[in-house]
């Protein structure tokens, strides 16, 4: 059986069917970044400061938290990780002592979901870069809808709402579509991904 789990993905990267490896490999990505989100949380505030001449900016800085998601279904390639690994790191940041309390992990499934489908729309069988800033732009997209519907209702939309939307999902594109992309590739040099059809090749 640990045999059996640890076997390298078949070529059918869209196959359903999760190995004892994706679990863990899709729980430690969650783990990992929900330590990210903690310490990012911390340094939110100082580095969007800057940005208050134009208040949606700030959202620029949104991208690190769509990463989860974006990374978790480039590297393991099943259908379900990015909403694994990207709610498990919202409830590790909240664990950890997130300022924003229960409606993070809404947040983290939403996320995981927006990630989620942009995968779906190729059918799990494209991970390279055109696939990664795809599912990164449905990720910006799910939570911007989300940060309007709940927080910025009552702002302009072209004021605000819109300028907010763009600039998330321009930072989910740059961090969680291109750094998440460049992190896998990264990583499967090492060879630490060799059981992952990322770790094999450069699709």
Same mark, same amino acid.
């Given at each position: 059986? &640990?045999?059996?789990?640890?076997? $390298?993905?078949?070529?059918?990267?869209? *196959?359903? @069917?999760?190995?004892? +490896?994706?679990? +863990?490999?899709?729980?430690?990505?969650?783990?990992?970044?929900?330590?990210?989100?903690?310490?990012?949380?911390?340094?939110?505030?100082? %580095?969007?400061? $800057? !940005?208050?001449?134009?208040?949606?900016?700030?959202?620029?800085?949104?991208? +690190?938290?769509?990463?989860?998601?974006?990374?978790?279904?480039?590297?393991?390639?099943?259908?379900? *990780?990015?909403?694994?690994?990207?709610? #498990? &790191?919202?409830? =590790?940041?909240? %664990?950890?002592?997130?300022?924003?309390?229960?409606?993070? =992990? =809404?947040?983290? %499934? =939403?996320?995981? *979901?927006?990630?989620?489908?942009?995968? #779906?729309?190729?059918?799990? @069988?494209?991970?390279?870069?055109?696939? &990664? #800033? %795809?599912?990164?732009?449905?990720?910006?997209?799910?939570?911007?809808?989300?940060?309007?519907?709940?927080?910025?209702?009552? #702002?302009?939309?072209?004021?605000?709402?819109? $300028?907010?939307?763009?600039?998330?999902?321009?930072?989910?594109?740059?961090? *969680?579509?291109?750094?998440?992309?460049?992190?896998? @590739?990264?990583?499967? @040099?090492?060879?630490? !991904?060799?059981?992952?059809?990322?770790?094999?090749?450069?699709?």
């Amino acid at each position: 059986m &640990a045999g059996q789990a640890v076997r $390298p993905s078949s070529s059918d990267a869209g *196959a359903a @069917r999760w190995r004892t +490896v994706d679990i +863990v490999v899709t729980a430690v990505l969650g783990v990992a970044f929900g330590v990210v989100f903690w310490a990012w949380n911390l340094v939110f505030g100082v %580095l969007a400061e $800057p !940005l208050d001449f134009f208040p949606p900016l700030s959202a620029m800085l949104n991208g +690190v938290y769509l990463m989860p998601g974006v990374v978790a279904g480039l590297l393991v390639r099943r259908p379900g *990780a990015s909403i694994f690994a990207s709610t #498990l &790191a919202a409830a =590790v940041s909240i %664990l950890l002592g997130s300022p924003y309390g229960g409606i993070i =992990v =809404v947040y983290g %499934l =939403v996320q995981g *979901a927006g990630a989620e489908l942009g995968f #779906l729309l190729t059918r799990y @069988r494209s991970f390279g870069l055109g696939t &990664a #800033l %795809l599912a990164a732009a449905t990720a910006g997209l799910s939570t911007s809808i989300l940060d309007n519907v709940l927080y910025y209702a009552e #702002l302009s939309f072209l004021g605000y709402q819109l $300028p907010y939307t763009v600039f998330t999902v321009i930072s989910s594109m740059l961090l *969680a579509g291109v750094v998440g992309l460049l992190l896998v @590739r990264a990583l499967a @040099r090492t060879g630490a !991904l060799s059981s992952f059809a990322a770790g094999r090749t450069r699709a």
